[in-house]
């Protein structure tokens, strides 16, 4: 068997790659060639390179023909105007400009979910039991569409073709390697460490920072309530025992925001809208409010925003240590639109160190509770629903991230976890 193609893949981890299935088979006592990817340590939207290598094997007694190697970079984020590549034959080579193309794997009609390209233009030959190195650098560059939120994953595919909408096609191995994004913070400051359970708004912050003044586009997000595991629930609390709402700084009104577990998709924070601030430095201001019958387990509560992880770490993603204390006399259900904040959120409170999200797979149900009638006034507009969504629909909008897990199977840009 010939070594023949090669495609180079960079995907967000959170992005199934829709491939072709191989068409062919090694004929008998074929080997295939192996490949590997080396470097590319991480990558930090709007700064320099990830730089590394990507190396084909030879291990038949017979050259290789001249043929093609292929790169493809690509996710649910990134597009023609997000990447910059280049790459190089051998140490000595000199850096050559990657021409990418547009790469389509559904029918989102922004199309912003991959990139593909020849990588060198012109056949490439590897020796009888050799090897041949290339390399290879990347980075992010700034554009209108939103930022990576989940790590960016390296594949190198060989004996594979581009297919005329960008993917591999007839690939026989394969590799891959996945590349740390860095560079955005976030940060929950000034939450008391103990929260009255008194039915009144205790006010605080969000803080989002990101390196290089790079604006990530960031549209939604949410709050995540997590009880504990003994009581928490992945649809956050009953409607009458905790709020949270987040202040419009046009005009000063407050909104209430749902409190479950919601990945990229079916946020209720309206981060365009409501942070202040320059690019590289926002914030949001925020208030939360538990009433007499808030509960927790001391196992783990906590209060998270961003986009809820799942099972994978994601970039936009912070939580706090929760703890409330009850107190006498509480009603029975939170209004805090009646009650205007008594203090404004500390701007230099020191930010809390970013935790291991929670793990609330043994959790119960909490039981649900009818939604309250408030007279908010026109202080308090309800962005969120105020009913709990069932366990199936907060599943759906989770965020689908893997270690370095590829799907082949036709996406949508914006994927979930179940």
């Known amino acids: 068997m010939r070594l023949r193609h ?14 072709a299935a191989p068409s062919a088979q090694a004929a008998p006592g074929d080997s295939l060639h192996g490949v590997t990817i080396d470097g590319f ?38 597009g023609l105007d997000q990447v910059v590549a280049e790459y190089a034959d051998g140490d000595s080579g000199a850096w050559q400009p ?58 190198a595919f060989a004996g594979a073709r581009l297919g005329p909408d960008g993917q591999a096609q007839d690939w026989a191995s394969r590799t891959g390697k996945s590349v740390k994004v860095t560079g955005l913070t976030t940060a929950i400051e000034g939450l008391p460490k103990s929260i009255p359970a008194d039915g009144k708004p205790h006010p605080f912050k969000v ?17 995540f309530l997590w009880q504990g595991q003994g009581v928490g629930s992945m649809n956050g609390p009953a409607a009458c025992d905790a709020e949270v709402d987040v202040q419009d700084p046009k005009d000063g009104s407050w909104h209430r925001v749902d409190l479950g577990a919601v990945g990229m998709v079916g946020g209720t924070v309206d981060v365009a809208k409501w942070a202040t601030g320059p690019v590289g430095n926002q914030s949001l201001n925020a208030r939360i409010t538990l009433g007499k019958n808030f509960k927790l387990d001391n196992s783990d509560p906590e209060l ?17 240590r929760l703890a409330s204390t009850p107190v006498d006399g509480a009603p029975d259900c939170v209004n805090p639109g009646a009650v205007a904040p008594t203090a404004k959120p500390s701007a230099t409170a020191t930010p809390a160190k970013p935790t291991a999200s929670p793990s609330p797979t043994t959790a119960a149900k909490a039981a649900a509770k009818p939604s309250p009638t408030k007279a ?35 996406r949508t840009r914006r994927t979930t976890r179940g």
């Open 41 to 78: 340590s991480s990558v930090t939207p709007g700064g320099g390179w990830s730089e590394g290598t990507v190396t084909l094997k030879n291990d038949t007694d017979q050259p290789s023909a001249a043929e093609h190697v292929l790169i493809y970079i690509g996710s649910q984020a990134l």
């Open 304 to 320: 998270g925003f961003g986009y809820y992880p799942g099972a994978g770490p994601v970039l936009f993603w912070t939580t706090q």
């Open 6 to 19: 090669v495609l180079m893949a960079a995907a967000l981890v959170a992005s199934p790659l829709a491939l």
């Open 207 to 223: 803080s989002i920072k990101t390196a290089n003044n790079f604006d990530w586009h960031l549209t939604t997000a949410s709050f």
């Open 98 to 155: 990657v021409k990418l193309v547009a790469q389509k794997l559904s029918s989102d009609p922004d199309g912003y979910e991959g990139t593909a390209a020849d990588l060198t233009g012109a056949g490439v030959e590897v020796q009888p039991h050799a090897a041949r190195t290339f390399k290879l650098r990347f980075k992010l560059v700034q554009s209108k569409h939103e930022g990576p939120a989940v790590d960016v994953n390296l594949e």
């Open 376 to 410: 908010a006034g026109p202080e308090l507009a309800d962005t969120g629903s105020s009913n709990l969504a069932v366990p199936a629909a907060i599943a759906a909008a989770l965020l689908a991230v893997g270690a370095t897990a590829i799907t082949l199977a036709r």
